[in-house]
């Protein structure tokens, strides 16, 4: 974010944050544009280049990761959007957001590649609740951002692909992995070999209606694995608000929770589901067994 | 509920219950027609009579009150219904009264008396969370039964009358007195004149898909005004969960919550809108001054 010193730290401060209050460079391919970027600008930028990239490769393959910087705080909107939506500016930059995938639909359907065009949003995290109205919500799931209860991870996805994605609704959790391995196959390109790839092909379920064969999703908070989930059951062994300054609390045994009756983890069920438990901790054996620690990237 | 000394206490224990667990009479007009009754009945008993009732007075002006017993706890549904609901128990009684109302709908219109018929449908309150997975859920909403947090207190409300009520969706909020006054003015009927009438004709808003003029809703906890809601604010004087043995804790200042931007009540905002908190303190005011305490109906 590159907050300036004199910038308030204060989440109520940012409802209306000052343009220079974040000292943020706006960089193509390695190029400083702009610092401080006028944030308010953004999107729309973006969102050209989204457009101006799908106009210029519409008669070759491409893959396009369009990650935007909002709705996280700062929040920023353009005059277009600012103060029309009655959720504040969380809102406006959402509906600014919206607007902005419209604008690619609208590019790829005039560049006449609609129809062999997989299109998928999604997020990469819940509601970071601290900032109160700005950080947005998780509903009913418990808890946000930077935790392993559900409203920390779980997150909607949109896929679209005229003609080959019916409409339609499937509550089977995915992974953002996946994306990986289903974009490969798509392409017709290799995985790699050398290493496990974690990700699953999602056509079964994307273009066929198929149920994704079960499998276990792993819950880590830094290198702890903290739950697992298997089919609708989740087992936690440690929990943690998000940026909650109290240490995790340790579940030993640890607790279950039924996701299908019970989406909002407020009901716990292990002495109820012995067999469950004890088929999510041989997924979990299984998973640590089978593991080898890479070097972190960033070291 | 006249649980019997010999049935469990314990909310996990009824999630089979056991059908002599309580000592539950079955009444009409007084007369005491089974005890303990099978509650497995109930649902289509009650419906039975609801079907009977309607068919019996099509020709004439009636008024219909129809208070199912589940999904109160503890749960019963009939064998056609047990186990048919992913949601367990809880879930097949509520398929149960969505089947029961079909059939009172169904009625209506072989009585040929749809199109005359206001058919309004809410509950008394949000779920019983101490009641675990056969308590019901609030979804985004906080706390549950038993509290003045918005999930003790707001339900859903579905109203239908074939060709005088237009498909759509209210946020607005009303409250179940207004129906008293509602059915009252469609009767024809004079409202009392000897005290005030808290109720408002809901009609501008099930007709004329007109909004409803901005009033002050009290939330009461036993004798005790624990918050006032204007609009989209919300002001808490004191706030406890459902059945907490926990003591109200009092707010002094109160607190302030925006139910349009945060109906999860989650981000205190009283410090940024001091006129607002004025405007509600000042409802609060007039409603306390203007309050005559009537008699205790129990006593």
């Keep these: 974010m590159d907050r300036a010193d004199a910038t308030p730290r204060d989440a109520a401060a940012w409802a209306d944050p000052p343009l220079q209050g974040w000292n943020v460079p706006l960089i193509r391919n390695g190029e400083i544009l702009e610092r401080p970027v006028d944030q308010r600008t953004l999107t729309q930028r973006y969102t050209g280049e989204a457009v101006q990239f799908i106009t210029e490769n519409r008669a070759r393959p491409f893959f396009l990761y369009f990650a935007h910087t909002f709705p996280h705080v700062p929040l920023f909107a353009s005059p277009e959007f600012r103060g029309r939506s009655p959720r504040g500016i969380y809102g406006d930059t959402v509906e600014e957001l919206d607007w902005s995938v419209g604008e690619v639909i609208r590019a790829l359907r005039a560049a006449d590649v609609a129809e062999n065009t997989l299109v998928f949003f999604t997020s990469d995290n819940g509601p970071w609740l601290t900032q109160g109205l700005q950080g947005g919500s998780a509903a009913l799931l418990r808890d946000g951002k930077a935790s392993t209860w559900e409203g920390g991870q779980r997150v909607p996805a949109i896929a679209w692909w005229p003609g080959r994605i019916a409409p339609g609704i499937v509550r089977d959790p995915a992974n953002a992995m996946?994306?990986?391995t289903t974009c490969a196959v798509l392409a017709g390109a290799a995985?790699?070999?050398?290493?496990?790839?974690d990700g699953m092909d999602l056509a079964p379920v994307l273009f066929g209606g198929a149920a994704l064969p079960e499998r276990p999703f792993f819950y880590y908070r830094s290198d702890t694995l903290a739950a697992c989930r298997l089919g609708v059951f989740k087992l936690h062994f440690s929990t943690q608000n998000g940026f909650s300054p109290t240490p995790p609390a340790r579940h030993d045994p640890p607790w279950l929770f039924d996701l299908g009756r019970d989406p909002g983890e407020q009901v716990e069920v292990a002495a109820q589901h012995p067999d469950v438990v004890e088929r999510?901790?041989?997924?979990?054996?299984?998973?640590?067994?089978?593991?080898q620690a890479g070097r972190p990237q960033f070291d």
């Design 178 to 180: 996946d994306l990986f």
């Design 191 to 197: 995985l790699p070999s050398e290493r496990p790839i």
């Design 280 to 291: 999510i901790l041989a997924a979990v054996h299984a998973h640590q067994t089978a593991m």
